[in-house]
Every structure is written in structure tokens, then in C-alpha cells.
């Protein structure tokens, strides 16, 4: 025992203090990529790249219409190469001095939202005959960090005092996700310090937390899991796949996204989600709820 | 090897068509039929060797036959030898293996849920891999479209064997678990305390994977191969590359070998340190776990340094990896390996100084090393019982070939022994990647891309940290897959569980389900 506390001594505080303060992040890490639509030449190689299909586009009488859709992102960098390897190749047609990428990679994690929509960016391009975009029409920004930011306050002072319990569902996921809900639990992302406790019973639970792609083999035992949570409650859908399906999809096995199957009050992209990622998606969860006590009845 | 081909040729002439070597250490021999067993049986009996796998392939559309693959390796021989038997579509149906080899009850049931060859002669020919509420379909066959819309679930109709006697009764459990884990379910025969038997039902988190590898192209694949079992991505990302690379010869420069094996090898630390402070968590030692977690993230932080991802997504790619290191990276490897070596071995001082704790492991799910070997258990399991194996030092590739590192193994076969196998594999992988920093070479990371050939065929093996990761693949036009077959030591290991569990007692089952760690997800796919 005496080895114990001496080692506990030795250590003191290991924990992080997200979101109190920013997260440490190793210089490479790769968050969300992010788009200058205005620069955007031509999002095919990106498009062609991307494995998920979070990047997408159609071209209908001269017109492109370009989607980007962090609900499947899974950060993988793969848009940036292309579009980087495009880039260079026009550039040395053109002769132009340096050329900075459109897309590239961002260290942006704080992705959660409560709105499906909100996760989903578009442009519009008129074209060149060459297929390469001529103008940006229009475009539509993706989710705003700032208003999720107060939220969060609100739900973390809505939280002092009292506890919350989650269950923690995989409804079919690829167990990376499972990986970083337990770092959830560590001393240096240490969930309790909020109060935030994970339980054994749906019985128990306030909020469920589900990755997903939902499988056809678990879609059943999700919507039990589902009814057995007392009202009102909370869903959490973690994950590209959890979301979307991600690089799943929709097939002969998997149904896709937690919400083809039940409710969801909040979405947390990321292949997986970092820690801080989740607990901001379960914060804002929180905060949701308390602002909006009507969210549920809506469905 | 030769001589082992010609022996074949000479001892079953009829059945032996003809004997290919398709890559450099992959000898294809190719059946006259769908009956393996008496040179499965030759091998296994005169010639010590293991069957790795058993798989299936749909070609009734290119060449009329479905092929079951029966893979095998031999003790101190890196080549594998691949018997291909050809099965006709009008009678879709092998002699079964089974009985006298329970290792491969699940993988011929699997083919014949997949594609409806029928295993004949199986002991217990239910389905596994489609939950009974399935219709009539096999997904793996060419003519099962990807995107076919099943009617909806209807619950579950699964008989389980019926315990009988007095005082016995089944305890069932799953799928949905207490904890942070993967879904399966359990049903436990119990006499009072003991387990008399265990039976397990997976393949709940099944999402269509190896069909999914048929359609994705190849370089989108490499992502599909990281989500096969999450806590394994750049194994499973590495050993699909490989056969890839091998299947296309591809040369993948000396630098990004380098670097593989210098991540396989923190993939494999981060989940032994998980796993050392869970197995302590489950017999209720709290605060090593919390070590453990803390060390652990030191580690992740690591790989977020080497590779922009915490749990090394994103980073390995066909021809080598995606991007190069700096020296600062190189040296933050150095840094964080010494803090790591120190912090893990105050971890087992704490855990070896709990009577209790050892207690709790010691002759708890005893899997002996008789039953291991029978059962073809891999990996950190297999040699906790005695099981020799590690795919690093067998058939070596990457970096490992140049390098020489102990293989721990181990005769007791208890959750104690899991738990050591961990422990020394940890420092053993500390040294391996100080050894390959210090003759890191210079030059590329990765070959160029290029168009992958069609009609290639090519295997590759990994040592996961879990154990024996084996993907076989067939290449087709427009730089995509004909078929994929990914063996997770996961599907090797299950019936490990259930031998270890029986006479103990219920409240031990989490802390013997831990020391094992299998993957849900690697077994569903
Ligand atoms: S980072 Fe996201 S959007 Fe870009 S290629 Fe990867 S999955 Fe697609
Ligand atoms: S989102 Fe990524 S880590 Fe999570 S289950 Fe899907 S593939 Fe696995």
C-alpha cells in the first residue's frame, strides 16, 4: 500500500482542464479539414478522394453544387493531398507563384451539434467547359463555435451539484470509438470531475451515448435499450459512423446512423471522437436540454 | 517447402492439380475438388503443420467454381501453403473438418452462411454469422448486391443448448453490456457458483465489411481496413497494405518499413497498458487502472505526434505511409518512450504489490496449453499456454527480419499469465523501437501510387497486439478488390473463453473475459 501513495503523491493532478482551458494538442493533429470556397478551383479531386463521401458534388446545367458533410468526415487529410496535388498541377500550368491549398486541415474538433443540418456545408459553383469552377454562387458556413461555446457554460453550470448518468450503447461500431469513451474516464480526462458517471442499467440513465453504424443485428436491441431509459433522456450519437454510418454506410447490415433508428439530441463527428470532443458533444447535450425542455416532445 | 510440395505431388497425385508459388513465400496448391481432408490431415498429423484459416471465394461467374482456401504454416518455415479446392456451383458442398479439428467451427459455418456451401458432415452446422431471424440469403456470393434491403429484424429465435439437472440454470447476458463494450451475448450454464458451460452468439456488430472491400477502390480500402477492429486500425491498415503491395510488387521503401514497425509496435504497448490496468480493475484495483489510463494517454499522445491521430488513423497507405517525420518527432519517440518505460514499470511494481490482486489471477480461467494448441488459439492467448507463435518472428516483415527480440511464452495459462505475456511484450517492444529509431534509414516514405493490376492474389500476416492478424485478397479491374478476407485473432480465440471459464465462477467471468480482450468487431466485421 505505502508504494501506492507514494506513487499518488508523486504524480499530484494528472487532468486536463477542458474545456476550462484549450486542450493540448500534439502540432499534428489532424481535426476537421476547412474550406475556402472562394479559392476553390475544383473540389473533384477532393471529391474523388474523400473515402467516406463526406465530400460530394453534382453538376446540373453549368452548375455545381458542392457538399461537405462532417457528419461522415472521418479527418483523414485525404481532401487536402488531392486538392494540394491539383493545386500544384494547375499551378504549373498558369505559372502562378505559390498557391495555398483551399482545403486544408484544421485542428477543429469542436464539431457537436445539435442539428444535422448544421454539420452540413455547401457551394455553389458555376463551371468552366473544363469542369473547373468559374464562381462561387453561393455558400453556407458550417457550425458556429461560438454559440455552442455559451451553451456549454450554461450546461456545466446547470451541472454543479448535481450528477449525470450515461449508458454508453454500441449499437455495431468498430470499437474505436468505445477506445476513447474510456480515455473518457482516465484521470487526465477524468469525466467525474463534472459529476458525469457511467452506468450499468438504462434504468439509470439520463443520456445515452451510441456509436454506431446501427447494425441490423443490434437495431433491436438499441430501440430496448432506447425504451428502458427513463424520460426524459438524451442521445448522443458519437462518430462519423454513430452519425452517418460513416465509412459503413448504409448496406445489407447496417442500417446507418443512430437516428435511422431512434431520436438523437446531439451529434459528435470525429473517426473517433477525441476525448475533449466527447465531452464537449455531452456537454452541449446538456445544455441543450436544460434550454430546451420541449426537445423531446418534439418528436 | 520444396520438399513438402513434392511430397504432396508424390502422396496424392490425384489430388493435387498443380503447386504454385504466386508471391515469394505463398505456394498456391490447387485441389482436383472440394475434398481437402486427407492432405489437411497429412499436414496437420505427419507434418506438424497449423491451419491458420479456412475461407471461401465466389468465381462461378469468371471460372464456374466457388474455392475454399485452407491455410497452413509449419513451425520454423515462413512460407505459407495455401490448398485451393474447387467447389462446383451445382453441388455446393465440402467435407467438413470440424470434428476432428474444432478450430474451424466457426470459419466453415461462416462459409456456410456467406455462401452456401454446405460444410458437410459439421458437428453443429447452425448458422453463426447470420442471426437466425435472417432470411435465405448469402451475402459474400457475387450475385448478393451490397445495398439489398433486408425485411426488418424480428427479434431473436436463437435456441441455446438447454442445461438440465438439478440446480442448474442459465444466466443470460448481452447483447448490451454493463460496461464501456462491445456487444455479444453470453448464456451461462450454472450449477451454483461454477460455470458448467458457456455459450457464445456473436456477429451483432456484423456491417458488411468484406463485401464493403469489393467495391470501395483500393486507396479508399486502406480506411475501411482501420475500422475493422478499432484498437487494431494500423495493424489491420498494415496487414491489408501489405497484401496489396504483395499482390501488386510493390517495393515499399526501406524508411516507411521503418516507420510501420516502429507504430505496430505502439499500437501494441497502448493496448497492453489498457489491458494490464483493466485486468487489476476487474478484480478491483482501482488505482492501478488509473496508472495505467495515464500512461497510457502518454502514449496516445505519442502516436497524435507521429501520426495526426491518437489511435494512428490515417497514417499508413499502399506503398508506405502518408507522411514523414521530422527529427523533432523522431526524438519526441526517445522522450516519451523513456517516461513510459519508467511510469509502466512503477505500473507492475503497484499490481505485483497486491497480494490480493495476484490472489484474484492466479489459477482463475485456465486455459491449458493441450486444449490451446487444439483449439488453434494465436497471440497473447496462445502463448500465456504454451502456444509459440508470433507472426513477427515466424514470417517476419517490415523491419522485424533484421531484428532479434525474445518471444515470451508461458505454460500456466491463467489470467496471471495473460496478464505477464503483456508485460514483457511491453519492454520487449520498448527495445524494438529503440533499436529501429536508432538505424532509422533516410529517403522516401512512400513508392509512388499506381494502378493495382487485376487478378492478383497475395496473403499477408500481421502480429497484432492481440495476436495472428491474416488478410487474403484477390485484385480486380478499375483498381478495385474481387474479394477480401480478414481473419481477426479474435475469430481464432473465442472458443479459448469458453474452455477457461468452465468450473469458475460467474463473478469471475469479466476479469478471464479482459485477460483475453477479443475484438467484437474483428470477429463480426
Ligand atoms: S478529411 Fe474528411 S472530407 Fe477530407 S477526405 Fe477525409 S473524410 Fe473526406
Ligand atoms: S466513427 Fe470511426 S472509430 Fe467510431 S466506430 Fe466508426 S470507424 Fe470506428
Known sequence: MFKILQKTFKVGVATADYPGIAPQLAEQFRGCPEFDFDAWSDARPAAEACPTGAIAFRDRDGVRLVTVDYGRCIFCGECEAASAASAVQASAVQASATQINPVRMSQNFELAAADRRDLVLTAEYTLHPDGRHAELKSATSGPSAEEPGKRIEAAIHNLLGRSLSIRQVDAGSCNGCEQEIVALNNPVHDIERFGIHFVASPRHADMLLVTGPVTRNMELALRKTWAATPDPKVVVAVGACGISGGIFGTNYASLGGVDAVIPVDVYVPGCPPRPEALLYGILLALGQVRQRPGSLSRR | ?525
Open chain 2, 1 to 525: 517447402m520444396t520438399t513438402l510440395l513434392k511430397e504432396l505431388r508424390e502422396r496424392f497425385p490425384e489430388q493435387v492439380c498443380s503447386v504454385e508459388e504466386s508471391v515469394p513465400g505463398q505456394f498456391t496448391v490447387l485441389l482436383n475438388g472440394p475434398d481437402a481432408t486427407a492432405i489437411a490431415r497429412h499436414l496437420l498429423t505427419g507434418r506438424q503443420a497449423r491451419l491458420a484459416t479456412v475461407f471461401a471465394e465466389d468465381r462461378v461467374s469468371a471460372e464456374g467454381v466457388f474455392y475454399n482456401y485452407y491455410l497452413f504454416d509449419r513451425p520454423g518455415d515462413p512460407a505459407w501453403v495455401l490448398l485451393k479446392a474447387p467447389i462446383p456451383a451445382g453441388h455446393p458442398s465440402f467435407p467438413s473438418l470440424a470434428a476432428e479439428l474444432p478450430g474451424v467451427n466457426w470459419a466453415e459455418r461462416e462459409i456456410q452462411d456467406w455462401f452456401g456451401l454446405e460444410a458437410a458432415g459439421h458437428p453443429n452446422p447452425r448458422r453463426v454469422a447470420l442471426h437466425d431471424n435472417w432470411p435465405d440469403v448469402h451475402p459474400l456470393r457475387k450475385d448478393f448486391p451490397l445495398d439489398t434491403v433486408l425485411p426488418p429484424f424480428e427479434g431473436e429465435r436463437h435456441v441455446y443448448r438447454p442445461a438440465h439437472g438439478e440446480g442448474v440454470f442459465h444466466i443470460p447476458v448481452g447483447p448490451v453490456h454493463a460496461g464501456i463494450i462491445e456487444p455479444g451475448h453470453f448464456d451461462f450454464a450454472v450449477a451454483g457458483e461454477p460455470i458448467l458451460y458457456l455459450q457464445l452468439r456473436m456477429f451483432y456488430t456484423h456491417k458488411g465489411t468484406e463485401k464493403l472491400f469489393e467495391r470501395l477502390p483500393i486507396p479508399r480500402a486502406v480506411f475501411l481496413a482501420e475500422s475493422i477492429s478499432g484498437d487494431s486500425a494500423f495493424s489491420h491498415a498494415t496487414a491489408f497494405c501489405q497484401a496489396i503491395e504483395r499482390a501488386a510488387e510493390i517495393e515499399v521503401p526501406a524508411r516507411a518499413q521503418f516507420l510501420r514497425t516502429i507504430l505496430l509496435e505502439l499500437e501494441r504497448i497502448a493496448n497492453h497498458i489498457s489491458d494490464a490496468g483493466a485486468i487489476a480493475n476487474d478484480v478491483g484495483f482501482m488505482i492501478a487502472n488509473a496508472h495505467a489510463g495515464r500512461v497510457r494517454e502518454m502514449v496516445l499522445r505519442l502516436c497524435e505526434t507521429l501520426t495526426g491521430s491518437r489511435v494512428l488513423r490515417g497514417m499508413v497507405a499502399i506503398g508506405g505511409v502518408r507522411r514523414d517525420w521530422q527529427r523533432t518527432q523522431v526524438e519526441a519517440i526517445e522522450k516519451t518512450l523513456e517516461v513510459v518505460e519508467h511510469e509502466f514499470r512503477d505500473l507492475v511494481a503497484i499490481i505485483r504489490s497486491s497480494n490480493s490482486t495476484r490472489d484474484r489471477l492466479e489459477r482463475t480461467g485456465i486455459l491449458r496449453p493441450e486444449k490451446a494448441s487444439m483449439l488453434g488459439i494465436v497471440g497473447v492467448a496462445g502463448r500465456a499456454s504454451g502456444v509459440d507463435l508470433d507472426v513477427r518472428r515466424d514470417h517476419p516483415y517490415e523491419v522485424y527480419r533484421h531484428l532479434t527480440f525474445s518471444v515470451p511464452v508461458y505454460q500456466a495459462g491463467d489470467v496471471r499469465h495473460r496478464l505477464l505475456v503483456r508485460i514483457d511484450e511491453v519492454s520487449e517492444s520498448i527495445q524494438i523501437i529503440r533499436a529501429t529509431v536508432a538505424h532509422l534509414p533516410d529517403g522516401p516514405h512512400c513508392a509512388p501510387a499506381q494502378p493495382i493490376p487485376p487478378g492478383r492474389c497475395a496473403l499477408s500476416a500481421v502480429e497484432g497486439w492481440r495476436g495472428e492478424i491474416i488478410h487474403w485478397v484477390r485484385t480486380g479491374d478499375g483498381n478495385r478488390l474481387e474479394r477480401c478476407k480478414v481473419k481477426d485473432p479474435s475469430i481464432n480465440n473465442w472458443p479459448a473463453i469458453v474452455e477457461a471459464v468452465e468450473g469458475n465462477i460467474v463473478a469471475d467471468f469479466p476479469v478471464i473475459n479482459k485477460s483475453f480482450n477479443l475484438s467484437y468487431s474483428g470477429t463480426d466485421r
